[in-house]
């Protein structure tokens, strides 16, 4: 207990938060090699352009790279997570400790040097009197409250401690070194969930999906090393929000393919809670879609491809913009009809790439985003569309969704984003937009 004692009075939580500092800045480092430089300048180019065995090789690799890259991001965020929490936790206890030998020191308590708490020396005359004995009976008392403050305060400590390297015991470099083809990014997934159990962390605050506003207010409030926490850590929940900036959802989103594909591949259905074929089609969907960003992700400026929202199950969500609807001049919604499946990925950012070259020499020198917006059930040939139900389903997403582009708390474009339909006629796609004010056209 002395050495515990001795420790936590000088403890110093500088020495642990600047180092989750550095591991936080590598995150930062990794993220922005990955999808800043790599997919942009590196494979990105190469996709299209660079055919056969040789470039299967390369390519694979390459996606290797990117995603030790992704790895090292999560991994090194989960590091700062834990220092950060073990300094916070740990400051605390030497805080407590502290207010409990203050107390000490006015009641005029003795404390050792181990930690234990004494009582005041007595005069031999004090011994035999009456009103002195009542006294030091509540002296005792006085001592006992603040020995379990003391004792309190150490086993925090302690606890802090031994959680945070049990925590951190989990990430080590193994995850990038055992010779495997698939799970690296899984398991860096997994180690975020079993990070904050060792830890016995709540869930963070995440606004639901529900107001785009109330979502871009909050996104506002964090410090850039929180929002780089948040998408590492929590990119399903980011990537999801209306409201959050297109470079913020598209870096979350592009974890979440990556490390969904890599569960996928690297594991089975069995135990999963889902059938063997939806299994395989989410890893279909999955392919489909990190397909088509790769081939685009030699795009840059005003054509690049943002990718707002996934969801793998069954025929597969994904909405993709080409070009930054938050600083475009003027912004359309393609919602794609019948048949539309998340394998039909790459012939949807074609024909939003062709929309977007058609509005820029309609409009000479403006900015255009178009978004292919798959974030609905499209309907399958046959009954389902004859009756209103999927766009009637989708229609409070699509409302939610165009409402967020011109949320007061980003950037937003200067004109409303118009919203077209495609394929079948409105039974297929999800026009009910008119309570968000959106002009409606049709393709």
Not at 149 to 164: C, F, K, M
């Amino acid at each position: 207990m002395s050495g515990d004692f001795a420790l936590l009075r000088c403890f110093d939580p500088a020495g642990l938060r600047e180092s989750a500092g550095r591991w936080r800045r590598l995150s930062a480092a990794a993220a922005e090699e990955s999808n800043g430089q790599h997919r942009h300048r590196v494979s990105g180019p190469l996709w299209g352009h660079w055919q056969g065995k040789d470039a299967d090789s390369a390519f694979f690799t390459m996606g290797s790279t990117e995603q030790k890259l992704e790895v090292v991001r999560v991994e090194a965020e989960s590091v700062a997570l834990v220092l950060d929490t073990v300094a916070d936790r740990m400051d605390q206890a030497r805080t407590n400790l502290s207010n409990a030998l203050l107390r000490a020191d006015e009641w005029h308590l003795p404390v050792a040097d181990d930690g234990t708490v004494g009582l005041p020396p007595q005069a031999e005359p004090d011994r035999h009197d009456p009103d002195a004995r009542e006294e030091r009976q509540g002296q005792a008392v006085l001592r006992d409250q603040v020995q379990d403050r003391i004792n309190s305060a150490l086993t925090a400590a302690r606890e802090a401690s031994d959680q945070g390297a049990h925590a951190l015991g989990r990430l080590s470099a193994g995850v990038l070194t055992r010779i495997r083809v698939d799970g690296a990014a899984s398991e860096s997934a997994k180690d975020v969930q079993d990070v904050a159990g060792d830890l016995g962390l709540a869930a963070p605050y995440i606004p639901e999906n529900k107001d785009p506003q109330q979502s871009a207010a909050w996104w506002k409030s964090l410090t850039p090393e929180q929002q780089q926490s948040y998408i590492t850590l929590y990119p399903e929940e980011i990537g999801r929000l209306d409201g959050l900036p297109a470079t913020v959802r598209d870096q979350a989103n592009r974890l979440v393919v990556e490390q969904q594909l890599d569960t996928l591949k690297a594991g089975n259905a069995k135990g999963s809670g889902i059938t063997y074929e939806e299994w395989n089609q989410r890893q279909t969907n999955l392919r489909a879609l990190k397909e088509a960003l790769d081939k685009g992700d030699a795009a840059d400026g005003q054509q690049q491809l943002f990718l707002l929202q996934v969801d793998a199950s069954g025929d597969g969500k994904a909405v993709v913009s080409t070009g930054n609807p938050d600083t475009a001049d003027h912004t359309a919604v393609l919602v794609p009809g019948t048949g539309t499946t998340m394998t039909s990925t790459s012939g949807q950012i074609d024909r939003i790439g062709r929309l977007q070259d058609s509005a820029e020499r309609a409009a000479p020198g403006s900015k255009v985003a178009v978004i292919s917006w798959l974030g609905y059930d499209a309907p399958e040939f046959g009954t389902s569309v004859l009756t209103p139900g999927r766009a009637e389903d989708g229609a409070e997403d699509l409302r939610r969704f165009t409402g967020s582009a011109s949320s007061p708390e980003r950037p937003s474009a200067p004109t409303p984003p118009s919203v077209l339909s495609a394929g079948r006629p409105s039974p297929s796609t999800p026009m009910g937009t008119a309570a968000t004010g959106i002009p409606t056209a049709r393709a």
